[in-house]
């Protein structure tokens, strides 16, 4: 039988503090509880900061709750305890989202803290962590019009789009266009350029029909600039009605397991956890 190591180590060591975090201003935005819903409770933060393109939820630092509290939002997510993402930053959020969900969270590990990196960051993890994170079932950034909260309307836009209209086939402009020219410089690796390539067929599908209103109204699908929840979650939705030839997730799926499989490992090799 195995031994369980365990360090006890200075919390200034910790992942959740290794990125500047932006500070909020004065501009009011709308508090999210997930993907599309405003927030419900009476405290809440809804304050956006200068530039900030989307605002990740990092709650805690240990592995049991980095699987449930970590996901990245067009808005603010409305109980606070995360950080606005910006141009400047986002290298390092998609890198600090990335390593709190590649692990799975065990009986043996779910206690252990995630520490920052004690080895250089190669473009390569880093451009990867990011492919992995704008394809990860916690990217719940989204378009969406008419989201009543505090007796207004409001809308959130994503910024988080790795294609051009013409690339998907999308019927209006996306009103960002910040993640393909983020996009533009970066050499990829084949990992996640199969990602995305893999990707992008699903964004084309998903233009090829309308969905039902129920589906339209559950999603927010009033906008072309959807995101990657309501994309996959709007194909579900048809795969499951039968009433359109269903879209095979399995060349995504394939492509996506093998950059996890990359990214994995590294996460210990390059110091973020101990074994």
Known sequence: MGEKKFFNLPVNTYLNVWLDRPKPNSTEVVPLKNTVSPY???????????NAVAYVWSQNND???????????????????????NSENLRQASVV?????????????????????????????????????????SNLTAS?????????????????????E?????????ESDFMVRYLADKQLSPEAVAVLEAGKKLWQ?????????????????????????QIRNALKRRNESGDV????????ETAYKLLTEKLQPQVYELGFLRA
């Open 40 to 50: 419900t409770s009476k405290k809440y933060l809804n304050k956006w900061s200068d």
């Open 63 to 85: 592995l049991q709750h980095t699987a449930t509290q970590t996901a990245l939002f067009s808005s603010v997510w409305g109980d606070g305890h995360g950080f606005y993402v």
């Open 97 to 137: 989202f990335s390593v709190r969900r590649l692990i799975k969270p065990t009986w043996i590990n779910d206690r252990d803290q995630f520490l920052q990196p004690s080895e250089p960051l190669t473009d390569e993890f880093k451009n990867d962590c990011l492919i992995w994170m704008l394809f990860n079932g």
């Open 144 to 164: 969406a019009n008419d989201l009543e909260w505090n007796d207004k309307k409001w809308s959130i836009v994503n910024h988080f789009i790795p294609y051009t």
């Open 166 to 174: 013409e690339e998907v086939g999308a019927p209006e402009r996306f």
């Open 205 to 229: 599908a998903y233009f090829t029909h309308t969905d039902e209103h129920n589906v339209r109204d559950e999603l927010k699908l009033n906008r072309a600039d959807v995101g990657w929840y």
């Open 245 to 252: 030839v269903p879209v095979s997730f399995t060349e995504f």
